[in-house]
């Protein structure tokens, strides 16, 4: 039986300041003994990569809340459906396309802005300078770079009471919407739990049996907790957990530990320590 590791970036593999170093070694460890950690965020392609990177991970990762699967060429040796080939950074990828292109989503939402005559006022990483993001969200300037190049998925940041009626409005056009930790985020027809569903069954026809685990520490992580065998919230900064079960008949296991440090004894507990 194969374990399979689904896990949110922001919030659960780093915490507030953008750090992995609490789960480091579970990764590692992780990875020697062969387990997928597949990244599953509202992070961009290119901010993925950077972690990737830096910790050693080749698995395939799912990007802007569900926007698009990116797996290596040669990752899986049967044939699957995807949409294109794409080369990026030394790596070459089959990309399944699940959500709305970046363009049409900024098209829509200052439609929304228009049609509000000025009542609304909706900033999206598409309208801020790199140096705006970086001071906002507590990026570095280079991060902040990468996370503006966004290809399916835009994050903006709206008037805390304006809020319902813009989702109201984004809902109208047929496009949706989903909080994370620090911005609203509007996108298409996709979801992180439709993109796990089809990298569950691709994981299913090369190992056979698996068994999935998720981790998560926000409201838009609920459709990939619901896509998993396991599914696990981490501790957010205050040392709560985010209340998302009870009303949405899911049961979650809750992990002392914020961020990074949950998944550190998660993994322990599930994987590493048996
Ligand atoms: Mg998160």
């Known amino acids: 039986m194969q374990y399979i590791v689904y896990t949110d970036v922001d919030g659960t593999l780093v915490d507030e300041n953008y750090s992995y170093e609490a789960a480091k070694e579970a990764v590692e460890e992780l990875i020697k003994r ?64 699940l959500g709305t292109r970046y363009e049409e989503l900024r098209r829509k939402l200052k439609e929304i802005e228009e049609e509000s005559e000025g009542t609304f006022n909706i900033r999206g990483f598409g309208d801020m300078s790199a140096e705006e993001v970086a001071m906002d969200s507590g990026l570095s300037l280079q991060e902040a770079e990468l996370s503006k190049m966004r290809e399916y998925d835009e994050a903006f940041k709206v008037r805390a009471g304006e809020r319902a009626r813009i989702f109201e409005k984004i809902e109208a056009k047929g496009l949706h919407f989903t909080v994370g930790g620090r911005y609203c985020h509007i996108l298409g027809d996709n979801d992180k739990g439709k993109a796990v569903k089809i990298l569950n069954a691709l994981y299913e026809k090369k190992y056979a049996r698996v068994k999935t685990i998720g981790v998560g520490d926000s409201l838009n992580d609920l459709p990939m907790l619901r896509a998993v065998d396991i599914p696990v919230l981490v501790a957010k900064p205050d040392g709560r957990h985010e209340s998302i079960e009870e009303e949405r008949g899911i049961q979650i296991r809750k992990e002392e530990g914020i961020g990074p440090l949950g998944w550190k004894h998660v993994m322990e507990d599930l994987i590493l320590r048996r």
């Open 34 to 97: 062969e387990i997928p950690i597949v990244f599953c965020t509202s992070k961009t392609r290119r901010e993925i990569e950077v972690y990737r990177s830096q910790l050693g991970i080749k698995d395939p990762f799912i990007s802007e809340n569900g926007g698009a699967i990116f797996i290596a060429s040669s990752y899986f040796e049967f044939d699957y459906r995807y949409d294109y080939e794409l080369s990026s950074d030394d790596q070459r990828y089959r990309v399944i396309e």
